[in-house]
């Protein structure tokens, strides 16, 4: 296939990783947390970097909604080194600190889950390695167990670390009767439902994707616009671009864009990509964004659950599953995304983070992560 790349390889690969992890993360995360424990949780706190940060703030909604309990998204060195510590230990094992690194080693994450302890929060770690120090700081720990993959700029790893976090949050929500176990059991068939959805519209996708990918290639800058769980995925497109291209980009909140990010020059060279599913209580302002980007000449692409018609603007559309339970989209929305700059990578001829080489070679082995000091407040 014309400009297949690793990135590419990796979302056609995820249709199977979610049978395949559901059927190890499932019953693990039924095992993990106590009724007891679950019954004591007042308030939640999510955490991690990088793409494990755009999977905890796309999953607090659904957190806040599934758990009837407050959630909060706080970053990585804001819990660490600023968080007030009258809002941790609180109450007996509150709030429930959920961390997510998939390698464990960020540095920064060990630090907070060590802080967090101290005052008597109760940390759960969900990583793919129990030996690194998010997991052996963490009090409980999902292991997430990805099978070995060509490497690309992270796309396996993510979808897992969302489908942890739903499931926790369903589960939580379950034991505490805020919905039936056979509404449960419900959500989770809807989880089961995004594998073949996803084998479903990935060819059209794809398509879409390579044809975007040979107009865009060249473009110095990329804008990403969302709102509520959607600007999760805004945020990890661009992490996508900064990882797969090293081009300039920005993510930001669908009514921000319209105080800040449309002043931008060069509007016929900026990539813009608008993020909106149909329930999106934002849909009205996502729509009025999209027809401005539109009048200032920006080249656009729409990632959403609906149609052309649903918007009427002449865009780029990338159409992603529809799901009965919201917060299951966000397992696939993102796949576009990662198509669309494995295609720009590989017609650029980018390597993955500069190949950490030269200027970026602070970053090889991600030495500028896991090595930093570690400083308990």
């Known amino acids: 296939m014309e400009f297949d790349n690793p990135l590419r390889r990796q979302v056609f690969s995820l249709p199977d990783l979610i049978r395949e992890q559901y059927k190890d993360l499932e019953p693990k995360i039924r095992e993990t947390l106590s009724t007891p424990e679950i019954y004591s949780i007042q308030r939640i706190v999510l955490t991690g970097c990088g793409d494990s940060y755009a999977a905890v703030y796309g999953m607090r909604y659904a957190f806040e909604e599934l758990t009837g309990i407050r959630t909060e998204v706080v970053q990585t060195i804001e819990l660490s080194r600023h968080y007030n510590k009258k809002y ?11 961390a997510v ?20 929060a109760f940390s759960l770690g969900i990583t793919g390695d129990p030996e690194s120090p998010v997991g052996t700081k963490s009090k409980r720990i999902v292991r997430m167990e990805i099978p ?9 790893t993510y979808l897992v670390s969302l489908l942890a976090l739903l499931l926790i949050a369903i589960r939580i929500g379950e034991v505490k009767g805020k919905f039936t176990m056979d509404t449960a059991k419900a ?17 059209a996708m794809d398509t879409e994707a390579l044809k975007t990918a040979k107009t865009w290639k060249d473009f110095p800058a990329f804008d990403f616009i969302g709102s509520g769980m959607d600007y999760a995925t805004a945020w990890f497109g661009t992490a996508k671009v900064f990882e797969a291209t090293g081009a300039f980009a920005a993510s930001v909140n669908t009514e ?21 599913s149909k329930d999106n209580p934002a849909l009205s302002r996502a729509k009025e964004v999209i027809a401005y980007a539109r009048e200032l000449g920006r080249p656009l692409m729409v990632i959403t659950d609906g149609d052309e018609a649903d918007f009427n603007v002449p865009a780029v559309y990338c159409k992603v599953p529809k799901t009965e339970l919201s917060f299951c989209g966000l397992l696939t929305q993102f796949t576009p995304l990662c198509l669309l700059m494995g295609y720009i990578q590989i017609m650029i001829g980018e390597r993955s983070g500069r190949g950490c080489e030269g200027p970026w070679s602070f970053s ?6 896991r090595s930093s000091e570690i400083i308990i407040l």
């Open 148 to 156: 070995k993959f060509e490497s690309a700029p992270g796309t396996r």
């Open 187 to 203: 959500y989770r068939k809807d989880i089961l439902a995004q594998a073949d959805a996803l084998e479903d519209t990935l060819p």
């Open 364 to 369: 090889k082995g991600a030495a500028c992560v």
């Open 88 to 98: 941790l230990g609180y109450a007996p094992n509150n709030p429930l600190v959920i």
């Open 256 to 276: 921000e864009w319209l105080h800040l990010n449309f002043f931008m020059r060069d509007n016929e060279r900026i990539g813009t990509v608008v993020v909106i």
């Open 101 to 120: 690194s998939n390698s464990g080693k960020v540095a920064r994450l060990g630090e907070a889950i060590d802080r967090v302890n101290k005052y008597g």
